[in-house]
Each structure stands twice: as structure tokens, then as C-alpha cells.
């Protein structure tokens, strides 16, 4: 079946940095697209960032523009959300996702809080 398993999340200080990782099984990785949602206290679940299963293409939300970067590592079936220049409006629980047969599929979640 398929499996999500986000990490990385934690405290930092307004203008630090978190790595997060997401580890993918149960499909072939290398042909799906991937995002990073996340979901702060009393709002709805928002697009953070998605990127192409081949070409590379990436998208952003306009909030994490030029601080945030989404990567992949297809041999090690990895997805990476390198988040810089932190804000105390980035705390919220993170998530990635995939699209697989027509149902979108989430990890547990790692949550990432940014103090002022």
C-alpha cells in the first residue's frame, strides 16, 4: 500500500531553516508528481509547493516564493522541502502528498513551529 512518511519538522527561530524529508512506498515513485501541503491551527490545508514526476517543474504558493525549494530523489524514492528564511506564519503541520490512481494519498504529518 502506499506510504508517506514526512520528518524534519521542529522548533526554529524566525529566519532559520528546516529540511524536511518525505520517504515514499508502495508505487513507482519515479512516475508520480509530488506536493507539500500544510495545515496551521483553524485554517484549511493549503498548496505549500508540487514538482514534476520527470522535467523537473516546479510551483510554489506565492507565501514561500524564493525562501522555499522542493526537490526529489527518485533513486532513494525521497521528496525535500528545504524551507529558508522562516516566518512565524510558516507554523503549521506539513504534509506530502501524492496522486495515485485517482486517490490523494498523505503522510502523518511533522510539525514545524517558527518562534518570533
Known amino acids: ?3 508517506l512518511v514526512e520528518s524534519g519538522g521542529g522548533l ?6 528546516l529540511r524536511l524529508s518525505c520517504a515514499a512506498s508502495g508505487f513507482t515513485f519515479s512516475s508520480y508528481p509530488m506536493r507539500w501541503y500544510r495545515q496551521a491551527p483553524g485554517k484549511e490545508r493549503e498548496l505549500v509547493a508540487s514538482l514534476t514526476s520527470t522535467e523537473g517543474s516546479t510551483n510554489y504558493a506565492d507565501s514561500v516564493k524564493g525562501r522555499f525549494t522542493i ?3 527518485n533513486a532513494k524514492n525521497m521528496v525535500y522541502l ?3 528564511g522562516l516566518k512565524p506564519e510558516d507554523t503549521a503541520v506539513y504534509y506530502c502528498s501524492a496522486l495515485i490512481r485517482g486517490v490523494r494519498n498523505w503522510g502523518q504529518g511533522t510539525q514545524v513551529t517558527v518562534s518570533s
Open 12 to 17: 526554529v527561530q524566525s529566519g532559520g531553516s
Open 71 to 73: 526537490s526529489r530523489g
Open 1 to 3: 500500500q502506499v506510504q
Open 82 to 84: 528545504q524551507m529558508n
